[in-house]
Nanobody, 128 residues
């Protein structure tokens, strides 16, 4: 069983940047795809970005393209999300997710049900 812990959330002004981190710990398990999802108040949780184990496949939600950069460091069991040019509607709880098996197709990266492990979330609040 793996445990995921997100850090790096906080309060930032619109136009600013934040870097989220997700650490993987617990019993040794090979983590394959990892992703970030977010949930704003009153809304459903939505996909933000995902990355394959090798880092060779990366996917972004349209809202994240050009502003966010996902990366990972397998040696340190870490994943990151660099968020730039933050907007008010980026305000949400951001969740880290991880999968213990590889995905059969690119569409799986976007689906919450594809990930077995989830963190508790870190709050990102963007102010005007």
């Amino acid at each position: 069983q793996a445990q995921l812990v997100e850090t790096g959330g906080g309060l930032v002004q619109a136009g600013g940047s934040l870097r989220l981190a997700c650490g993987v710990s617990g019993r040794t398990v090979t983590i394959h795809a990892m992703g970030w999802f977010r949930q704003a108040p009153g809304k459903e949780r939505e996909f933000v970005a995902a990355i394959s184990r090798s880092g060779g496949s990366i996917y972004y939600a349209d809202s994240a393209k050009g502003r966010y950069v996902i990366s990972r460091d397998n040696a340190k069991n870490m994943m990151f999300l660099q968020m730039n040019s933050l907007e008010l509607n980026d305000t949400a709880e951001y969740y880290c997710a991880a999968a213990k098996v590889g995905f059969p197709n690119p569409g799986a990266f976007y689906q919450m049900a594809s990930y077995e492990y989830w963190g508790q979330g870190t709050q990102v609040t963007v102010s005007s």
